[in-house]
């Protein structure tokens, strides 16, 4: 089995930035719980509260079903 490996690099605008801290956040005990994660973050810049990251770690199947 190999990993797969997600980064995504989110910057919000000030007036949605609290919004989407919120929602991102809310999406991480669900995707914890998807077959295969073994991890999934949301991490934000110390001193730029724009800029919000996601990071996940999934196990893939030896077998694609593509």
Do not use: K, Y
């Not at 914890?32 to 934000?44: F, K, P």
């Amino acid at each position: 089995m190999s990993n797969l490996s997600v980064a995504a690099f989110c910057r919000a605008r000030a007036d949605t930035r609290e919004t989407l801290g919120h929602a991102l956040l809310l999406l991480v005990d669900p995707t914890r719980q998807e077959a295969g994660s073994i991890r999934h973050d949301v991490l934000q810049a110390v001193g730029a509260p724009e800029h919000v990251d996601l990071a996940e770690i999934f196990i893939m199947p030896t077998q694609q079903p593509w």
